[in-house]
């Protein structure tokens, strides 16, 4: 059974035994009740010390509380975030520069070079990517 979880902020799914793929789908994260579910049933589900690629192409803002918590509570091994332009590519760097991320974090606008990022770092290859 494929590992899936649905918030209110995001969809996650295992991409491989140790990696994940995060898509937001709000336009916003500033409700700091809804971040913190979403690290919880994530942890409860994948566990910790996973590798995510974590999409925020539709995010639009975040508040500072709620940057803080993902980057204090996350239990990532590495993070690739995968921004688009303006707003995410923004909120991207911001999370960077601001909140100082405790894990390995890059910026990335293309997915399989994010993929392969992670690969470096530790994370098992999808399936499809492994030669």
Known sequence: MKKEVNTDLARVWALSPNLMKEVYYRTKANDIALVREHIRLCH??????????????????????????????????????????GLSKMLGNMYMSFSKPLYPTRIFRDEKKAIAWLVEQGAEAPKNMQR
Request: cysteine-free; hydrophobic content about 40%.
């Open 44 to 85: 409860e589900t994948f566990g910790l010390k996973k590798y995510y690629i974590t999409d925020i192409r539709l995010l639009k803002s975040a508040s500072r509380e709620a940057r803080e918590y993902l980057r204090d509570y996350s239990g990532a091994a590495a993070a690739a975030i995968i921004v688009g332009g």
